[in-house]
């Protein structure tokens, strides 16, 4: 069974702050996902990385993609209240044929 | 339609009844998913539809747990007997065959309550 370690579980900080999420994995995927989650709310795809090394850059967001493809970076700069939610990681190949393997997610908390 | 549309939004039900969960998916989208998210926390695959092939139900935790898809378009989660630890949200999802690259797109979820 694949698995996806998504750390820190949880994240409380003050608007203006950044921060870093990971999310490693003992198995290669073909691609990685992340997706934000607001309450009531299914998650929305934020963005796909591909190739190992890969950067991608949304905003204040910054994705990046290990060399091996097994794990993952999302960081944020100068957080805002409104980057508050879940954010989950999600990758897509190997023994999970068809379907993705998501992590366990990260509880954002951006204060005033 | 525009999005995946999910119904009930919310469900109360008493343990040991039977309930129906209803996913509409986005016309065109060949394969459909559902999950499961307890307490705000990832999600765990329960089954996936991808065409007119059999279905993956290897995440399914028990028999009691069945899923159908008529028709390759709208889906339904049945959950007999229901117990309090089925209490959850229920995500379902569709994608094109490129889900690799472009992702899933998520309904609202339906909220299971089992009192």
């Known amino acids: 069974t694949q698995l996806l370690e998504q750390s820190p579980q949880f994240l409380s900080i003050q608007e203006g702050e950044n921060l870093t999420v990971y999310c490693n994995s003992s198995s290669v995927f073909s691609s990685l996902q992340w997706y934000r989650q607001e309450p009531g709310e299914g998650p929305v795809l934020l963005v796909t990385v591909v190739t190992g090394g890969e950067v991608k850059k949304l905003k204040r967001l910054t994705f990046q993609f290990g060399d091996a493809r097994k794990d993952s970076s999302l960081h944020i700069t100068a957080a805002q209240p409104g980057d508050t939610g879940l954010y989950l990681c999600a990758g897509a190949g190997g023994t999970s044929y068809g379907k993705l393997t998501f992590g366990q997610g990260t509880i954002l908390t951006v204060h005033p | ?115």
């Not at chain 2, 999910?6 to 209803?22: A, I, Y």
């Open chain 2, 1 to 115: 339609g525009a999005g995946v549309s999910q119904s009930p939004s919310n469900k109360v039900t008493e343990k040991g009844k039977d309930v129906e969960l209803r996913c509409d998916p986005i016309s065109g989208h060949t394969a459909l998913y559902w999950y499961r998210q307890s307490l705000g926390q990832g999600l765990e695959f329960l089954i996936y539809f991808q065409g007119n092939s059999a279905p993956d139900k290897s995440g399914l935790p028990s028999d009691r747990f069945s899923a159908e898809r008529t028709g390759g378009s709208v889906s339904t989660l049945t959950i007999q007997r229901t117990q309090q630890e089925d209490s959850a949200v229920y995500l379902c999802a569709s994608s094109s065959q490129g889900f690799r690259s472009y992702g899933y797109t998520f309904g609202s979820g339906t909220r299971l309550t089992v009192v």
